[in-house]
């Protein structure tokens, strides 16, 4: 998702024509994953909504795939770090490379650097899916462009008969957005290049996991600059940074 505007958000802004049907494109995919049948499965609770950002407890997750659709595509490595009263883990919770079960793309192999003989044992999305669900279960989860790896691992989770109930998340590219509103680029190379941040791994689900825990954690205080202090306000203020300008945005 390429994320533009060039004006500045107010949140308090009245709606406009073109904002629901934004809002309905964007995360129609994630909402599609409750659509069959199945158990539901839940994610945990949430942090209360006055909880202070500094204080937050999450996961941090990326993701890489096969490609950008996420009807079809497939989830080929996943990562996630530990975000806890304002500290990141060093280490990451877990770090999986997972089998699609069909060929990769080269156009996608030469993004991310993952072939097929380097997936080929590494297990199949259901092997991996407990581990990965035991760290949604803190029940809020912050990523870059986040609603596509939450809207690919509903899709998965479809495929194993059931539906996910997705955490609460935040994500950096809108809160980014929101904080820099003159920017038109909301990729995570140049969101970290703004604060000095080295990717160690980029287009890695371990290496941009991590730039993204430490991105958040510059954003925390431009955020409270803002006035925007608890976990709540976050969530309204990134949701104003995809309404407010909805053709500038691109899902």
């Known amino acids: 998702m390429a994320l533009q505007t060039d004006s500045a958000i107010d949140p308090s802004a009245p709606e406009v024509p073109g904002r629901t049907a934004l809002w309905t494109r964007l995360f129609g995919a994630l909402r599609g994953s409750l659509r069959s049948a199945g158990p539901i499965i839940r994610c945990g609770h949430s942090p209360a909504l006055h909880t202070p950002l500094e204080l937050l407890e999450a996961l941090v997750l990326d993701t890489e795939t096969t490609g950008l659709n996420v009807r079809s595509d497939r989830i080929i490595s996943a990562a996630g770090f530990s975000l806890s009263a304002g500290s990141l883990s060093e280490a990451p ?17 030469a993004f991310h650097g993952i072939v097929d003989e380097m997936v080929r044992e590494a297990g199949d999305f259901a092997e991996h899916w407990p581990e990965i669900l035991r760290h949604l279960e803190i029940g809020l989860v912050i990523g870059h462009q ?34 820099h509103p003159g920017e038109r680029h909301r990729d995570l190379t140049p969101c970290c290049a703004a604060f000095g941040i080295e990717i160690v791994g980029r287009h890695t689900a371990k290496g941009d ?8 954690l510059e954003l925390v205080p431009l955020l409270k600059a803002h006035g925007i202090r608890t976990l709540g306000e976050a969530l309204a203020f990134e949701r104003a940074a995809i309404l407010h300008h909805p053709r500038r945005w691109r899902w």
């Open 93 to 109: 919770l877990f770090d999986r490379l997972v089998d699609p079960g069909r060929p990769i793309p080269a156009a996608s192999s």
């Open 146 to 179: 986040i609603f596509f790896d939450l809207a690919i691992l509903g899709r998965e989770v479809r495929r194993l008969g059931a539906r996910l109930q997705p955490p609460v998340a935040l994500d950096t590219a809108l809160l980014y957005a929101g904080l």
């Open 209 to 216: 996991a991590a730039a993204t825990g430490a991105l958040f």
